[in-house]
């Protein structure tokens, strides 16, 4: 028995991981001694953040940066401000983005961080004072050659400003040591768009590859409504589709009618999030009904797409065959592991049910979010390349940029996914990205002497 403390999220992301890799691990055994070595960390640091609050008491929180692989490049990922941030949820999130930055083609290692401070009900100033405390430990530790963190839940594009100042104050270096920056200081344009459109540009692959079919009139659940949630309703609309949910911590609504959101909808509720106040603001003339403490998956008859966009483990077992009921033929995660290990084992089911793609109206097919989500990450890393040049590339070229690699991430994923599939099986996506993000990985550090 392990004598190192349960870490329940990490050793579900590593399960998830290592079922998949089995097909590879039988055909190149020495690829077991890898896996042994990139499920450690290279680094963890764990720290105190003691900020003031307005009315001059001392408050405190922990405060983590998990440094996990630099094999293909600077350590990269999210910083999450969220009460439930523990080092378990940092180290899922951390090795998942190994594997996810791998994916995008661009030279990123992965490391995610965080701090289980809530930024709910803090005023502007105490989340000011909180960035820069935070920033006054995490600087020491980052650096655009060695870790560039960016956005995640409850970090959005005023915290990593409040950061990026507070970096700059302390070393008195203006550097791409953050990505999601404004525009005007070194952003990238298309960043906060990046998930939510990327999955989009996903889907559309699937959609286009799988049923030679496309968004119009298909109907959307979408969980969520923060920036991935707002950016991946916008797009499908954009592209025919109707978004019949939004969801966040409180409960989901529903639309009452095939219309579904609009565009003014959206940017309405992106408002709502800003002022960090609950979808229950949202007002709508009863064009919506809204189902508290509920998630959307079980409140819709009849729907073709899932994009579950909220959190991890928000898609479970049951509401995942409640999906296949209403007819969801695709979902892709804009979370990271948004469905549980039982709703995957679900999925994966209705695929490995099948023998030949002639049957595939049977199959649910399911993209986890390390492929899927992966257009955050890369424009990221775009934003990264255009700080080292010191140039600002358009929004076309960078939205170009990021459909190509969405594009590409889809290819790699189903080829992969074709290449390992047992028995002519119809290939599996969440099988193909986790073993073509795994080799790349792996032979990085193979040649940089760190398994052989
Ligand atoms: P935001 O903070 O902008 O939005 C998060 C949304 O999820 C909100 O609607 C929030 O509700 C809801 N939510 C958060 N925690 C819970 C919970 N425990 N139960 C139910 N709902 C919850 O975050 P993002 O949109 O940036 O991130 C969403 C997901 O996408 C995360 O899994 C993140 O890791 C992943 N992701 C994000 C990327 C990015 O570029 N931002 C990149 C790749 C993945 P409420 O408003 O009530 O808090």
Redesign the pocket.
Known sequence: MSNLPSEPEFEQALHEITSTLEPLLQKKPEYRRALAVVQIPERVIQFRVSWERDDGSIAVNRGYRVQFNSALGPYKG?L?L?P?VNLSILKF?GFEQIFKNALTGLTMGGGKGGCDFDP?GKSDNEIRRFCYAFMQELSRHIGDNTDVP???????GREIGYMFGAYKKLRNEFAGILT?KGGSWGGSFIRPE??GFGLVYYVTEMLKDLDNTDWVGKRVLI????????YAALKVIELGGKVLTL????GSLVATSEEGFSPEDISTIADI?LA?K??TAFEHNGRFTYHEGK?PWTLVDKADVALP????N?VDGAEAKALAKAGVRYVAE?????CTQEAIDFFESTRAAVTSLDKKDNIVFYAP?KAA??G??AV?GLEMAQNSQRLTWTPAEVDAKLKDIMVTCYKTCWETGTEFAQGGAVPSLVAGANIAGFIKVADAMRDQGEWW
């Open positions: 999210g999450r969220h439930t999130l709910k960016a956005g995640d839940i409850g970090t959005g999601g990046a998930t969980s969520g409504s923060g920036n991935v949630a707002q969801s966040d911590s409180t999030k960090r609950p979808l998630r966009s909220a959190t991890q928000e804009g979370s990271n592991m948004g979010g989500n992966c955050g990450v990221s």
